[in-house]
């Protein structure tokens, strides 16, 4: 475990004081934020394969910031509080009875189509018992994220219930992600 939350700190320290506007974490942040990645690599990692097939371990492929890993899905999570935190945005603001989420874009479609499938991957990861079946619905409702983040503005957005509807979603699927990975045992980070 050492190893992992070792591993991952080098990650965050070349990842943050790469960042072209200088570095954004403090000590403290960058330590959490390693042993949080490092841990989840290693759970993800084993969650993530079909319990009656065999894997080969990799400290490279647990801990990748691409691809069907923990820090795949932690960091897109950072992302859209992020979203938040840049634009000032209080979450548990969001919502209520007159909030309507808009399904103008593709993007957003289909993001709101992976969201909805949340709860049967969880009734068939908990009636299969096979943690697989929520890794992969993670993994796959993170890329359909990261082609709503691509496509979509939102906080550029300037309709303003088109940004509402797309905050929404950016709540949604942050919600689903920190709930995913928390069945999974694994945490999220509010910064990367």
Avoid at 23 to 28: F, G, I
Avoid at 101 to 120: K, Q, S, T, W
């Amino acid at each position: 475990m050492d190893e992992a939350v070792d591993r991952a700190r080098r990650i965050v320290d070349e990842n943050d004081d790469g960042k072209p506007e200088g570095p954004e974490l403090d000590e403290e942040t960058r330590a959490a934020v390693a042993e949080t990645v490092g841990l989840g690599g290693i759970k993800y990692a084993d969650l993530h394969h079909n319990r009656e097939s065999d894997y080969q371990f990799s400290w490279d492929k647990m801990l990748a910031t691409t691809g069907d890993t923990a820090t795949y899905m932690q960091y897109a999570c950072a992302r859209i509080l992020g979203i938040f935190r840049r634009g000032g945005v209080d979450r548990e603001g969001l919502g209520g009875e007159s909030s309507t989420i808009v399904l103008e874009d593709p993007a957003e479609g289909d993001l709101a189509m992976a969201l909805n499938r949340f709860a049967d991957a969880v009734d068939m990861t908990a009636a299969e018992r096979r943690p697989n079946v929520l890794t992969g619905y993670l993994f796959e409702t993170a890329n359909v994220f990261s082609t709503f983040y691509n496509c979509c503005s939102v906080l550029k957005e300037e309709d303003a219930s088109r940004r509402a509807s797309r905050l929404a979603l950016c709540d949604l699927s942050a919600r689903i992600f920190e709930q995913g990975l928390g069945l999974l045992g694994i945490e999220t980070c509010e910064q990367m």
